[in-house]
C-alpha cells in the first residue's frame, strides 16, 4: 500500500474513534473521505458490471444516493475499525444499485420495455478479481448475488466487500485488516467458492 494511502487510512481511522467517543463533528470527514471512493467504486461498476444501468443512472446519482444511505448508517452505527467502516460503504453502493436496477429494470420500470441485448447488469458468473465478463440474464439472479454477499461469514465478506466492490488488492486488504496476506488469499477463495455455491454453480 502506498503511502498517502496510508496515511488516508490512519486519518479515517481516526476520525472514526472520534465518531465513537461522540464527536458529531467527525461525521462530516467521515463523509467527505468516503465521498471520493464511493465515487470511484461506482464509476467502476457502472462501467463494468453494471453497463447496462449506465444508461438510465448517472454516476453522481448513485453517488448521492449512496451517500445518503452511509450518512443515515453513520447515525445509527459506529464502525470499530477501518474496515468495518469500508464494508459498511461498499454495502450502500450494493443497495443502491440493487434498488435502482428494480426501479429501472422491475415489471413497471420504463427500461424494461427499452430495447436492449437481453441481459442485465450485475455479477460476472465467474467471480473473480476484477472479472466482469458474462453478467447474469435475469434481475433475480443478480439479487441472488448480492444476497448471498451478505449472507457470507464475517472474514470472508470483509475481504469479498473490499477486494470485489472496494478494489482493493490482497496487499491492500491485509494491512487494513491486520492479517497476512495468505490469510486473505485463503478468504479470498473461501469467498468465491461461497458465492459458487450460493448461485448453483463451480468456481473455475
Known sequence: MEQSEIGATTQLANWLERHRNGDDSAKA??????????????????RASFSRLARWEQTDDVLQHALIRLHRS????????????????????????????????????????????????????????????????????????????????TDEKQVFSLVWYEGLTHVETAHVLGVTERTIRRRWQSARFLLHEAMGSAPE
Do not use: Y
Open 74 to 153: 453513520l447515525s445509527e452505527l459506529q464502525p470499530e475499525s477501518v474496515a468495518k467502516f469500508m464494508g459498511l460503504s461498499a454495502t450502500q453502493i450494493r443497495r443502491t444499485l440493487l434498488d435502482l436496477a428494480r426501479h429501472h429494470f422491475g415489471p413497471e420500470g420504463a427500461a424494461n420495455h427499452h430495447h436492449s441485448d437481453g441481459h442485465l447488469p450485475g455479477l460476472p458468473r465467474r467471480i473473480d478479481q476484477q472479472t466482469t465478463s458474462d453478467e447474469p440474464e435475469t434481475l433475480t439472479e443478480w439479487a441472488v448475488f448480492h444476497e448471498a454477499v451478505e449472507n457470507l461469514p
Open 29 to 46: 470527514s467521515i463523509i467527505a473521505h468516503a465521498c471520493d471512493r464511493l465515487r470511484v467504486l461506482a464509476s467502476k461498476m457502472l
